[in-house]
């Protein structure tokens, strides 16, 4: 079965601080995303990744940043949290290919205060 | 650019009832068309998806029907259950990128017995 994780359901943490947010997959995927989900705003993408070492700013780059050091593992990191920061944030992959799905993990709930 | 506007919630139906979620797009090229269901403390997965114009996608009961003359793709049940109370999303991926979804804002969708 397909998988993607992520590394915490909920997590709070405080200003100024940096924080990492861990996203797993094991399907192989050339192609990874970070998105946030606000109510009435729907998702967002934040950055994604189409190979290893390779990013690309998605709507809403500023204030974050990712890594992604090996195929299955997409980091995302805020370096300096700030509580308009507080939000669900949602990591997806996605095979290459024109009209393939992308897979969703559960979601971190982040709370900045 | 590529957007996608869905009607807004919240749409709150009794058991057996019909649904329609409507949902329009604007994209360059010939996009494919998504719906994704986020059921309550979880992620988004794929209901069904369309690829070309007259295209059906199906899924549990759910269809959607891909109308290029109308730029549309409004998601239907004859019969809904409790169960399919969730936030429903319409997205495209459009043919000029083969990695990015764009989304609408989201239709949280209750059914009461």
């Known amino acids: 079965d397909v998988k993607v994780t992520q590394s915490s359901r909920y997590l709070v943490k405080r200003t100024g601080e940096k924080v990492f947010l861990e996203c797993v997959q094991d399907?192989?995927?050339?192609?990874m995303f970070w998105y946030r989900q606000d109510p009435g705003l729907g998702l967002r993408l934040i950055y994604f990744?189409?190979?290893?070492?390779?990013?690309e700013k998605g709507d809403i780059p500023e204030g974050y940043s990712v890594s992604r050091e090996k195929k299955e593992r997409f980091s995302l990191i805020l370096e300096s949290a700030s509580t308009n920061q507080t939000s669900m944030y949602l990591c997806?992959?996605?095979?290459?290919?024109?009209?393939?799905?992308?897979?969703f993990g559960p979601g971190t709930r982040l709370t900045v205060l | 650019g590529n957007s996608v506007t869905q009607m807004e919630g919240p749409v709150t139906l009794s058991e057996e009832a019909f649904l329609t979620i409507n949902c329009t797009y604007t994209?360059?090229?010939?996009?494919?068309l998504f719906w994704y269901v986020q059921y309550p403390g979880e992620g988004l997965q794929l209901l069904l998806k369309?690829?070309?114009?007259?295209d059906k996608g199906s899924n549990k009961g759910f269809e959607a029907t891909y109308r290029k003359e109308t730029t549309s793709f409004h998601l239907e049940k004859g019969s809904v259950q409790v169960s399919d109370s969730a936030v429903y999303f319409c997205?495209?991926?459009?043919?000029?990128?083969?990695?990015?979804?764009?989304f609408g804002k989201g239709t949280l969708l209750t059914v009461n017995p």
């Open positions: 997806a992959s996605k095979p290459t290919g024109a009209y393939n799905e992308q897979f």
């Open positions: 399907m192989d995927h050339e192609n």
């Open positions: 997205a495209l991926m459009s043919g000029g990128s083969n990695y990015k979804l764009t």
């Open positions: 369309a690829t070309k114009a007259d």
């Open positions: 990744s189409y190979d290893v070492k390779m990013k």
């Open positions: 994209a360059t090229g010939y996009p494919s």
